[in-house]
């Protein structure tokens, strides 16, 4: 005999409204996939480390890459797939270049994030 799940539902009524409602305001496929292809630039410990110091603080490559303790070639290469995605941005102080994350709702993202992780240890 299989075990059942309790977490199926066993409901034949449709809720009609409610399923009309979420259908009439369901984005298209394609930002379901702009957020997928978000969550998986994030879904990188080293992009994850990389936010977590922008997120304190604007930095050189060669800071990043100092505190972090990796080269700047591995960082440069991190940064770039964070900027090409909208999550960072750079700006130029002379021969400087420094990064920041790109505006309030990147920050926003990963302080709920870390928050949600650091409340469930």
């Given amino acids: 005999m299989m075990a059942k799940n309790e ?3 066993d409901c034949s009524v449709i809720h009609k409204e409610i399923v009309e409602k979420t ?11 702009k957020l997928a292809e978000f969550f998986k630039i994030l879904g990188d410990t080293t ?6 110091v922008l997120d304190k603080n604007e ?3 060669c ?3 100092n505190v972090l303790g990796m080269t700047k070639s591995s960082i440069s290469h991190q940064l770039g797939t964070l900027r090409r995605s909208g999550i960072v941005k750079c700006r130029k102080e002379g021969k ?4 920041m994350l790109d505006d309030e709702h990147i920050k926003e993202v990963f302080e709920v994030g870390f928050e949600h992780i650091e409340h469930k240890k």
């Fill in 7 to 9: 977490f199926s539902c």
């Fill in 96 to 99: 400087e270049v420094f990064y």
């Fill in 59 to 61: 930095m050189c490559v």
């Fill in 23 to 33: 259908l009439k305001n369901m984005p298209e496929a394609d930002t379901f996939n």
């Fill in 63 to 65: 800071d990043i890459a």
């Fill in 47 to 52: 992009r994850v480390k990389i936010l977590y």
